[in-house]
């Protein structure tokens, strides 16, 4: 689903997928737990060049929206939050609920 299922494999964002925000989760993970293994000895400033290579072309273009400080651009948190904030709109699940049910429609 993701590319992200081999435990050595390169974390990847699915940016393609009909629910942004469970493939997010899921990239997020792979993320972590890259950063927290291989790249632990790396400084974080190293792990979000890092991360913005993971999350590929589009990504970078949503990335290239945001106006960030000079210590908010070295703090992988920023990142997370703020790709979170993209993808959250934008899932499956946002819109089901949105919907009304058909039990609660009115009938004339």
Known sequence: MDGNSSADSTPKMDWSSSDLLIVWKAFKQ????????????KREEVKCNY???????????????WELGADEAKKLSTY?????????????RVFEKLQVPPESSTRG
Do not use: N
């Open 51 to 65: 991360l913005m290579l993971w999350v590929r072309d589009k990504g970078r273009e949503i990335y290239s929206m």
């Open 80 to 92: 997370y939050t703020k790709y979170e904030a993209y993808v959250k709109p934008k899932s499956i």
């Open 30 to 41: 792979h993320c972590e737990f890259t950063c927290g293994g291989p790249l632990k000895q």
